[in-house]
């Protein structure tokens, strides 16, 4: 038997064909002419004619207690009318010089060559197990879905996929794409589509009954009308098989194979389903099937199915559009709600080569959210590379096998929801083409080439950086539990991934079903195998026992139990090897708290302000090296307690009220940068940190010349910059850095560089740019110049030149392992590079090399020659310069090397004349290497001073953190109001003025700012006590009828925005017959502790003539809740005096009123805990499943509309104000041409409508809303507009009443 090869994923595959007898029906107009019969006249036979649809499914199967042998035939011998084995024949056969050029070396005459073709095919095996049970009860996690999603989806159920051969193909064709599919937790059908005979079908070959339809696009056009009522049909009747079970071989579904099939297997149990029918179905096919599928997605289900498949992805693999008319295909119109299903397409590299058709495709795919889709080119793939015909035994090629492992690795990804993570990892290249020779006919050939990233049509190749050109099996990896994150960075580095190849082959590791945890700490195992000869395999095997057992759960342990067994040979002590490893360490309480007591006793310590420090002391004892580092923590505290009595907290809580009482709301910018009269944000640049900093001229210089030149240039001024990195979104602990910054030069009269720190290209996109210049602008804060590094790379280079002749710098070739290793691995000295003694002239040569070209990624760096024996690491050659292989976004492929942030930062602070370096305390061991490189290369030497970086508890602000929340649908996106990036407060409508307000309370210290979200909140709600205007406004509005006032009742209500800042203005309100109230503020039991509305009783109406008293009341009685609430108008003799006053809105249509709102949004914390980083297994788990909340039907007074485009116009001229005042300074603000421009409309977005609801929130517009009223000129009277929808977000919650509120 000849196997094909293996799958390698998670689980055993099973395969079952089953088919559906049908009533025969002939589709479409066509005939075959069968040729070959007897007799002057050849036999004719319907082109299309459906008696049976057959599929074969591929499933995760329970081999377990099964004697079912492995092996399922290519060529399937039960099929009516061997038409499968027909066409996969022909294909074979016509590619013979492709896949049997290791069998035949010459021509052969069909007659020969046909029985060897059938002979190998009849030997080809499937290695799958035949007929095997479905697996069941076997959980898998889904990272596209929310927690709240998770909990209900049944954890038995496999997800399903529908796969389409191509016309050379059948339901066996593309074993290997649906085995692998399978393998890692899937059910697959591939269809086996009767529709003709493939590629071998001529057009001679049909008659037709209809005369103008005698085409071959005519017949294609029928074939998908067959294959999608096909499809139709075997995905009926496999969701009949799950959820009523098998019907008897009469009845339904029936095996082609006489073998005995499980069928209760696939039966879903009462509360769990065997297999997802009902949602989240991907829809895969290939070339003509990928044809296929796009009809599908196009067209409604045939007439005689009652419901569509519910398509959730669409794997599209070289589609073959032109059957399909032209324009098209286009998605049907979509409903209100109905989303496309995401796209994913992988082209061949001639199918992208094929300009028009290629063309037509992206046209298609237009059609579809540029988030919704994707499409990408597999370089050197060709059209058969998806299917299994390159992968056959004898024939196969190593290039098939990587490009058949980079279509299951973006298959995989794209199902999973990471396929943005993936691209972000993995070589992607642009689209570009190169001739590479001539083409028969005298046409060039053409082949794909590229350098750089493209959003729109990413290329992907296995290229030599690539881990999946590799040998290395990812998909081997991530069948041990790994992630395909993972997966991916334990194939970087070929030394270790080999070893963990090995592991997982030699201890059958992929059948030991580990979890991830236990699949994390196996490649922690190899990554240290890895660096180590000392440790023979009989100690390796007692590692891999020891954390099957469970007894190593962590990387520490991990290397604690490397370092041992390289000292300790076997036989291992068992019982040593657990004590080294801290395996089954304990300690109880009261052991540690007699721990820390003798610590404090000992040590003579005298108070509170020691706690850091024994914290660390206790940690350091050996005996506690395993303990919980909480619970010694804890235990430190509690002792300290009852040593020194409580911990005195008064001071720093009379602090901040005095600070926040002291806080003007309505600081701006340029008010908290400059100062003002009040001293409070004097003292931010003042005193304390910022306030002890040196004066321009006084930081020290090798020569007094360049302090000279320095003063020269800046007239003595402070100079500073905020120079972020080009590859996230910023957040809120940037804005202390903005303004620290910004603030810091405008309160000297000085300048503040934006400096784009763009020297990393693999990383950095546009659309970052733009949104860190205009977050900067919308803070309130003009640069004075923005600026590139990249704006510097010659003379970086020079400086590069001149520190190699003065011997200050080395070109080395060590590994990145290599380095580390040299470097002390963090916990050792330092050892010197076996190239830093190399010649200066030898390392000038290397260096030119670099910069030609001439090596690849990782195979040469420069390094500075710095001080080995310093005990800074910083200061242990760190590299200037590496080879990159990317396109910059700015100097194009001008350069293959690219400097280091440790070597560019300083030198363009250098090159600029920054008077003062200001950066964040992580960056302290920086400084050293910062100052030598100046004074080694004897130029201006700017000073580093650093502050405390701001933390927000209850927050995360990775970027590679969020994107996971983002991929993951966590989120919406980065600017969901639920994170703490600055475009997400933005959106959810915090004022630029109150980040100011929060930042300048903080003060400015050496020491971090960890923070509670609840303090941040504090800060805006205090901004907008007294910024924001007042609307009445009713969450769930409750209907009151005033019975004794006529229907065309009126009284227009005078109403200020604020009782205390007349500045804000007032407008009138009507009041009428019909009111709105909130049904909070109505009960049908009355209490004495109650003083709202009820029966009988009358209540107040903010700001209304008189009171009302309820009379009576409706009550829906299905529900039983109240629908209306009949009223009194207390407008006659002395009214009764209110013990309280509710809100209200007026129903009055020519005015507007009510101003119905679609949705508010409330928002809670995103994570449950002040540290979501603490959570185990991850910051996921954390995630708190009901942290928004929208509110649909809310009401608010028709004085939103005027008030709305008041806002937006105010803030439109204030931008423009400000703009036009910048740009009349001289070089203020200046940049280059590919700069981008940020406009004063920019900055004004939606979000600047706020108001306070009044009693309920502070809430503001949310981008999602349609008003077209505010695009309407200034004279235009606002109001509804037809296609308006308003949508609310809450800012933050109201000071008082609480319960009140929302």
């Not at 733009?770 to 280079?797: A, C, M, N």
Request: overall charge neutral; proline content about 7%; charged content about 25%.
């Amino acid at each position: 038997m000849l196997f094909l090869p293996e799958s390698h994923g998670r689980f055993p595959v099973g395969a079952t064909t089953f088919k559906l007898p049908v009533s025969t029906r002939v589709l479409g107009t066509a005939n075959i002419r069968r040729h070959g019969h007897s007799g002057d006249r050849p036999s004719v036979k319907p082109a299309l004619q459906l008696d049976e649809v057959i599929f074969t499914t591929y499933y995760p199967a329970d081999i377990k207690g099964t004697n079912i042998k492995k092996g399922l035939d290519w060529l399937l011998r039960s099929v009516s009318g061997l038409h499968c084995q027909q066409v996969m024949l022909t294909v074979l056969v016509r590619s013979k010089h492709l896949y049997m050029g290791m069998l035949i070396t010459q021509e052969f005459p069909a007659w020969l060559l046909w029985p060897i073709v059938y002979l190998y095919g009849r030997l080809l095996k499937i290695p799958v197990y035949p007929n095997a049970p479905l697996l069941k009860q076997r959980p898998i996690a889904f990272p596209e879905q929310t927690t709240q999603a998770r909990s209900e989806t049944c954890p038995s159920s496999w997800p399903l996929v529908i796969f389409s051969h191509g016309l050379g193909g059948s339901q066996t064709a593309y074993s290997q794409v649906c085995t692998r599919l399978a393998s890692s937790g899937r059910v697959v059908l591939a269809i086996q589509h009767r529709d003709g005979s493939g590629h071998a079908l001529q057009e001679e070959d049909l008659i037709w009954t209809l005369n103008d339809q005698q085409t071959m696009v005519n017949f294609r056009q029928q074939q998908l009308a067959f294959r999608r009522h096909e499809i139709y049909l075997a995905f009926s009747s496999f969701k009949q098989l799950i959820q009523d079970g098998h019907r008897g071989s009469s009845h339904g579904l029936q095996s082609i194979d006489k073998k005995s099939i499980d069928w209760s297997s696939w039966l879903s149990d009462v509360d769990t389903k065997a297999v997802e029918c009902n949602k989240d179905v991907l829809l895969a096919g290939h070339s003509f099937g990928g044809a296929t599928v796009f009809t599908i997605l196009s067209t409604d289900p045939p007439a005689n199915i009652t419901a569509p498949i519910p398509v959730h992805k669409a794997l599209i693999l070289d589609p073959w559009l032109e059957p399909i008319p032209s324009p098209g295909p286009r998605p049907p119109p979509q409903g209100p709600g109905d989303v496309l299903p995401q796209l994913l397409v992988i082209n061949s590299e001639k199918f992208s080569l094929w300009k028009d058709h290629f063309s037509r495709l992206i046209d298609v795919v237009q059609a579809w959210e540029p988030e919704q889709r994707r499409v990408l080119t597999i370089l050197r793939a060709k059209h058969e590379s998806f299917s299994d015909f390159p992968l056959l035994p004898l024939v196969s090629r190593r290039p098939a096998r990587i490009v058949m492992d980079r279509l299951v690795e973006l298959s995989e990804t794209f199902i999973d929801g990471n396929i943005d993570t993936f691209l972000n990892e993995t070589a992607t290249r642009k689209m570009e083409t190169r001739i590479v020779g001539k083409k028969p006919n005298g046409s060039p050939q053409l082949q794909l080439v590229g350098e750089s990233k493209d959003s729109h049509n990413p290329l992907m190749a296995p290229t030599k950086s690539d881990p999946a050109a590799s040998d290395t099996p990812i998909s081997l990896f991530k069948s041990i539990g790994l992630s395909q994150a993972k997966a991916v960075e334990a194939a970087k580095n070929a030394k270790s991934a080999n070893v963990l190849r090995n592991l997982i082959v030699s201890y059958d590791l992929a059948e030991a079903h580990l979890d991830e945890k236990q699949a994390t700490v196996v490649t922690a195992l190899a990554s240290q195998l890895a660096k180590t000869e000392s440790v023979e395999p009989s100690e390796e095997a007692f590692a891999v026992k020891a954390i099957l057992q469970g007894k190593l759960k962590s990387v520490d342990q991990i290397n604690a139990a490397v370092k041992y067994l390289e000292t300790s040979k076997a036989p291992i002590n068992e019982l040593e090897f657990d004590t080294e490893c801290g395996v089954g360490f304990s300690i109880t309480s009261e052991e540690l708290h007699n721990t820390v007591t003798s610590y404090i006793r000992e040590n003579s310590v005298t108070g509170w302000p020691n706690l850091g420090s024994v914290i660390s002391g206790v940690k350091a004892n050996p005996a506690l090296r395993w303990a919980n580092p909480l619970e010694v923590k804890n235990a430190v505290e509690k002792a300290f307690t009852e040593t020194f009595g409580a911990k005195e907290a008064a001071k720093p809580k009379t602090k901040d009220p005095k600070k926040e009482k002291a806080l003007q709301p309505t600081i701006t910018a340029s008010e908290a940068a400059a100062g003002s009269s009040s001293s409070n944000r004097k003292t931010v640049f003042e005193e304390g940190f910022l306030g002890a900093l040196h004066k321009p001229g006084e930081n020290p210089q090798t020569r007094p010349e360049l302090r000279e030149q320095h003063l020269r240039v800046t007239d003595g001024q402070v100079w500073t910059r905020f120079p972020p990195e080009p590859n996230g979104y910023l957040h809120i602990g940037h804005s202390k850095a903005i303004f620290v910054n910004f603030g810091y030069a405008a309160h000297h009269g000085g300048k503040c560089y934006l400096r784009f720190d763009d020297t990393n290209p693999e990383k950095e996109e546009a659309r970052y740019f733009e949104s860190i210049i205009e977050v900067i602008r919308w803070l309130g804060f003009e640069p004075w110049k923005i600026t590139y590094s990249s704006d510097y790379f010659d003379q970086l280079h020079d400086l590069a030149i001149e520190l190699i002749k003065r011997d200050k710098a080395y070109v080395c070739h060590c590994t990145q392992e290599q380095i580390k290793a040299d470097r002390g691995e963090k916990i050792s000295a330092p050892k010197a590079c076996v190239h830093r003694s190399r010649p200066i002239q030898e390392s000038l040569d290397e260096f030119k090399k670099m910069t030609d070209g001439y090596y690849r990624p990782k195979e040469a760096n420069l390094r500075m020659k710095m001080d080995l024996t310093d005990g800074n690491p910083q200061m242990w050659d760190l590299t200037a310069y590496r080879v990159l292989d990317a396109s910059h976004h700015r100097t194009l492929d001008k350069w293959k090397i690219y400097p280091t942030y440790d070597y560019t930062h300083c030198l363009v602070d250098s090159f600029e004349n920054i008077s003062h370096s200001l950066c964040t305390t992580e960056f302290i061991a920086s400084r050293q290497s910062y100052e030598w490189l100046c004074d080694a290369l004897d130029v201006y030497k700017p000073r580093q001073s650093e502050f405390g970086r701001l933390n927000l508890q209850g927050t995360i602000s990775s970027k590679r953190k969020i994107l996971q929340l983002v991929d993951e649908g966590y989120v919406s996106g980065w600017d969901d109001p639920r994170l703490y990036t600055l475009i997400a407060l933005r959106r959810r409508g915090v004022p630029p003025g109150a980040i100011l307000s929060f930042v300048s309370t903080l003060g400015v210290s050496t020491a971090a700012s960890n923070i509670q979200i609840a303090r941040f909140e504090q800060t805006v709600r205090q901004y907008l006590e007294g910024s924001a205007p007042r609307l009445f406004m009713v969450m769930r509005p409750l209907k009151v009828i005033i019975e004794n006032v006529p229907d065309d009742y009126l009284v227009m209500v005078d109403k200020s925005f604020h009782p205390k800042n007349p500045q804000l203005g007032s407008s009138q309100i009507p009041f009428t017959r019909t009111i709105y109230i909130d049904a909070d503020d109505f009960r049908l039991e009355d209490s004495k502790d109650y003083f709202r509305l009820a029966p009988g009783k009358s209540v107040g109406l903010f700001q209304a003539p008189y009171p009302i008293t309820c009379t009576s009341y409706k009550i829906d009685s299905t529900t039983g809740e109240v629908t209306e609430v009949f009223c009194r108008l207390e407008n006659s003799g002395t009214p009764p005096k209110p013990k309280a006053y509710i809100q209200w809105v007026a129903e009055h249509a020519s005015s507007g009123s009510p101003v119905r709102i679609d949705e508010t949004r409330v928002f809670h914390p995103l994570f449950k805990s002040d540290n979501p980083l603490a959570a185990i297994p991850d910051f996921k788990a954390d995630i708190n499943s009901n942290s928004i909340e929208v509110i649909k039907g809310a009401m608010v007074e028709v004085s939103f509309w005027p008030l709305a485009k008041r806002c937006i116009a105010d803030a439109l001229e204030e931008a423009r104000e400000r703009s036009a005042k910048t740009k009349a300074i001289p070089g203020s603000g200046s940049h280059d041409a590919n700069t981008p421009e940020i406009t004063p409309e920019q900055l004004v977005g939606k979000e600047c409508v706020r108001f306070q609801g009044l009693r309920v929130a502070y809430l503001a517009v949310d981008s999602d809303s349609r008003l077209g009223a505010l695009d309407e000129p200034s004279g235009v009277a606002p109001g509804i507009r037809q296609g308006d929808y308003l949508v609310l977000n809450r800012i933050t919650s109201l000071k008082e009443d609480v319960g009140k509120g929302i």
